[in-house]
Structure formats: structure tokens, C-alpha cells
């Protein structure tokens, strides 16, 4: 008897994953090993329910790997020191989560030996891709398998066949697709599939609860969060679940990003994500001052790059190490307190107190009196910065009168 193949299936228990299930076993003849990659959006009754799910569909095995400590020390601590917003709005909440859990599926395959790893994305969105690239690079040797890609299935296609199979279950498509995890909740509805309209009230996870304003001390040492009010948290894992707790239910962070996809169309996602945006807000506060203009040009446009290449599933080319340790580099003097209000759908940062802040009184105060220099020494100052244009200015008109001679 031929040895039965093996593959690894990224398992999320929904529509699309359970019909890999039912394939791939039934159709293709494998065993299948599913996988589920926890990197802060479960629930451990949600997670035994997905494995429950896994077993009554039939996989050999099922796990659960829990992975948001290692999510937050090897990807969500960079994005914090990057301050990255994708286009100046989006914390790339699902972008860094997927290539995350697309490589711990493929560590995974390799240490069980599979000759085969599946994913269940379709062919529309940046998922197959970051799925795909990190099978590719680490696991270069196995099989990758899409069913729901390569057979272009619509979802009343997969309904039917599930139920062919005997498996019986309410297959309603909800009105709003929900992906949460530690780093925001993507929302997504027939608001976002159109260039217009924004999200109701009723379709965001988090409910307005709160609305009495409150005052917050948020805590940085070395450019992580470390600290909330009187409470420090050695993990900062800990302080982001913390404060999205507070800020929630204040109907904080809250928006709809506008997006390039990395097969290259447009698309609009709603999200929420409190803890990201205050946290990213605050930090960017507290780095302007305590870092130089220059630490922080150039912290802005690495940054920037390093998110795109995030969101583009790059997160594993070797450049991304060297842009991470410039990062952690810059981040020495990160340390402070920043006050942040919350209010009903707004927040605001409104200063912070730091040893290292550049905004001393000992050098003077801006617009009012300088302590560390003269008027002579500015007048010469000012005098050399602007030779070299006063200089061109010069040749250039000397030159258009020599034109109209």
C-alpha cells in the first residue's frame, strides 16, 4: 500500500477551510494535519470550538499555536517604533497578522515532515499571496494546495458540496465579515465594496459604552509600552489588551482604509483599533520630543517602506532584519510619559513628560529667548546657510540680462 499523504491545512473553521477539509480528505486522499495560528484574536472557548470543528470534519490531527508574545516581540514592537500607519490611516492590523500566521504554518509542515501545506484564500485578495510566499521560502520543498482558488468555487458551490458530504450546518453569511486580533479588527460589509458610504454604528464589534471623558498616562521605556496609569506591565502584550479595554467601548479607532492590494486594484476595509492607534499616536508624540529632526526623518521614511513591505508579505527578506535594528536603535531615548484624553469617537494626545525631552528651558524657549547663542552668532549663521541660493540667484540673473542684450 502506497503511504498516505500528509498535508497541512491553515485552519480557520468557516466556510472556506472546512471545505478544504472535506477536498482534500474525501477528493484527494490526504491526511489532513489543520493548523490554527493564535496571535491574539481567540478565545479559548472559541479556539476549543474551532478544534472541535476540525475533528467532526474529519483532520487527523488539529492544533492551536499560540503565537501573539512572539506576534508583538518579532513584528507589532517594530511597527510601534516605525510608528507605521499605512497611507497615513491603517495600523496594518490583518496585514501583519496573516504573514505571521502563514510562517507558523509552514514551520509547522516542516517540523511534521508534510509534503503538502493549504491555505484556503481565494484568488481576490493580498492573503494567497502572503500565504503562498512564506510556504515558498520556508518550506520551499512542499506541495501548496488552494482549492478554493484553483476551482474558483463560489460560496453556494461550497454550501452545496459540504452538504453532499453530509456536514450540516447554518452556512449564513453574515452581514459583516469580523477578523480580530491583538493589533485592530478588520470589518468588512457592502459599505466597504463601493468608494462611498461608511460603516453603521450597528456593524462595529465594540458598542459605544462610555461616554463620560476620561484622562490616561500612558508609560514608554525605550519606545515600548510599558506602563498605563499606575500599572506596569512587563509584558506590553498585556498593556495593549489593557488599553484596548479602556479606549473600546469609547468607539475610539474607528475608520475605513482605502488601499493598494498587492495584485493591484483598490480596495476599502473597515477596522477598529484603538489600542494601535493611541499607542502609535503617543509614541510619534513622545519621539518628537526626544529624538533629532534628523532621527526622525529618516526614521519616517524607512518606516514607511518597512510597512509597505510588511503588507506586501516581504516580512521575511533579510532587509527587513537591518531596517528593525535601525529601529530598536533609534528607540534609546523613547522613554516617558504621555497623557492622552478619551472621549466618545476621538482621542487626544495632550503632552508627555520625559528626562530625555529636547524642549529644555536650559536652551531657550521657542520664540521668546535663547540662552545657548547670541544675535551675532544667528546673523552669522543665517548668512552662510544662505550663500549658496543668494549665489545661484546671482549667476541667474546675471545670466537672463546677458540673454537679453
Given at each position: 500500500?502506497?503511504?498516505?499523504k500528509?498535508?497541512v491545512l491553515?485552519?480557520?473553521g468557516?466556510?472556506?477551510?472546512?471545505?478544504?477539509?472535506?477536498y482534500l480528505?474525501?477528493?484527494?486522499?490526504?491526511e489532513?494535519?489543520s493548523?490554527?495560528?493564535?496571535?491574539g484574536g481567540?478565545q479559548e472557548?472559541?479556539l476549543?470550538?474551532?478544534?472541535?470543528?476540525?475533528?467532526s470534519l474529519?483532520?487527523?490531527?488539529?492544533t492551536?499555536?499560540?503565537k501573539?508574545?512572539?506576534?508583538?516581540?518579532?513584528?507589532?514592537?517594530y511597527l510601534?517604533?516605525g510608528?507605521?500607519?499605512?497611507?497615513n490611516t491603517y495600523p496594518?492590523s490583518?496585514?501583519a497578522e496573516?504573514?505571521f500566521q502563514?510562517?507558523a504554518v509552514a514551520?509547522?509542515a516542516?517540523e511534521?515532515?508534510?509534503g503538502?501545506?493549504a491555505?484556503?484564500?481565494?484568488g481576490?485578495?493580498?492573503?494567497?499571496?502572503?500565504?503562498d510566499m512564506?510556504?515558498?521560502i520556508?518550506?520551499?520543498?512542499?506541495?501548496?494546495?488552494t482549492?478554493?482558488r484553483d476551482?474558483?468555487l463560489?460560496?453556494e458551490a461550497?454550501i452545496e458540496?459540504l452538504?453532499s458530504?453530509?456536514?450540516e450546518?447554518e452556512?449564513?453569511?453574515a452581514a459583516?465579515?469580523?477578523n480580530?486580533g491583538l493589533w485592530?479588527t478588520?470589518?468588512g460589509g457592502?459599505?466597504t465594496l463601493?468608494?462611498q458610504?461608511?460603516l453603521p454604528?450597528s456593524?462595529?464589534?465594540?458598542?459605544?459604552t462610555k461616554t463620560e471623558?476620561?484622562?490616561?498616562?500612558?508609560?514608554?521605556?525605550?519606545?515600548?509600552?510599558?506602563g498605563?496609569?499606575?500599572?506596569?506591565?512587563?509584558?506590553?502584550v498585556?498593556?495593549?489588551?489593557?488599553?484596548t479595554?479602556?479606549a473600546g467601548?469609547?468607539?475610539i479607532?474607528?475608520?475605513?482604509?482605502v488601499g493598494?492590494?498587492i495584485i493591484?486594484?483598490?480596495?476599502?476595509?473597515g477596522?477598529?483599533a484603538p489600542?494601535?492607534l493611541?499607542?502609535?499616536?503617543?509614541?510619534?508624540?513622545l519621539?518628537?520630543h526626544?529624538?533629532?529632526?534628523?532621527?526622525?526623518?529618516w526614521?519616517?521614511q524607512m518606516a514607511n517602506?518597512?510597512g509597505?513591505m510588511?503588507?506586501?508579505?516581504?516580512?521575511?527578506d533579510?532587509?527587513?532584519r537591518?531596517?528593525e535594528t535601525?529601529?530598536t536603535?533609534?528607540q534609546g531615548?523613547?522613554?516617558?510619559?504621555?497623557h492622552?484624553l478619551l472621549?466618545?469617537?476621538?482621542?487626544?494626545?495632550?503632552?508627555?513628560e520625559?528626562?530625555?525631552?529636547l524642549?529644555?528651558?536650559?536652551?531657550?524657549?521657542?520664540?521668546?529667548?535663547?540662552?545657548?547663542?547670541t544675535?551675532e552668532d544667528?546673523?552669522?549663521?543665517?548668512k552662510?546657510m544662505s550663500?549658496?541660493v543668494?549665489i545661484?540667484e546671482?549667476v541667474?540673473?546675471?545670466?537672463?540680462?546677458?540673454h537679453?542684450?
Open positions: 500500500m502506497s503511504e498516505v500528509k498535508v491553515a485552519f480557520s468557516g466556510l472556506d477551510t472546512s471545505f478544504c477539509v472535506k480528505s474525501e477528493d484527494l486522499g490526504y489532513i494535519f493548523v490554527l495560528v493564535d496571535t481567540f472557548s472559541e476549543k470550538a474551532i478544534e472541535d470543528r476540525a475533528y474529519g483532520v487527523k490531527h488539529h492551536a499555536i499560540a501573539t508574545d512572539d506576534y508583538y516581540q518579532q513584528c507589532l514592537k510601534v517604533f510608528n507605521v500607519l499605512k497611507n496594518l490583518v496585514s496573516r504573514i502563514a510562517i514551520e509547522y516542516r511534521i515532515g508534510a503538502a501545506i491555505h484556503g484564500s481565494t481576490a485578495g493580498n492573503d494567497q499571496v502572503r500565504f512564506a510556504f515558498r520556508i518550506a520551499p520543498e512542499a506541495e501548496i494546495i482549492p478554493i476551482l474558483r463560489s460560496r461550497e458540496y452538504k458530504k453530509g456536514v450546518q452556512w449564513h453569511k459583516y465579515s469580523i480580530k485592530g478588520s470589518v457592502r459599505e463601493t468608494s458610504g461608511f454604528e456593524a462595529w464589534p465594540t458598542q459605544v471623558p476620561e484622562t490616561i498616562t500612558l508609560r514608554f521605556e525605550a519606545g515600548e509600552l510599558k498605563i496609569g499606575d500599572t506596569r506591565y512587563d509584558n506590553p498585556e498593556a495593549i489588551q489593557k488599553l479595554e479602556l467601548p469609547f468607539g479607532g474607528r475608520d475605513i482604509h493598494d492590494t493591484g486594484i483598490k480596495g476599502r476595509v477596522f477598529e489600542a494601535p493611541i499607542i502609535l499616536k503617543a509614541h510619534h508624540a519621539e518628537k526626544v529624538l533629532t529632526k534628523w532621527q526622525q526623518y526614521k519616517d517602506w518597512y509597505t510588511l503588507h506586501e508579505g516581504q516580512f521575511l533579510p532587509v527587513m537591518n531596517i535601525f529601529l536603535d533609534t531615548h523613547v522613554t516617558g510619559q504621555v492622552v472621549a466618545p469617537y476621538r482621542f487626544q494626545v495632550l503632552g508627555i520625559s528626562s530625555y525631552d524642549m529644555s528651558a536650559k536652551f531657550g524657549s521657542y520664540g521668546e529667548m535663547n540662552n545657548a547663542w544675535g544667528v546673523r552669522g549663521f543665517s552662510v550663500n549658496q543668494m545661484y546671482k541667474k540673473e546675471a545670466n537672463q540680462v546677458e537679453h542684450r
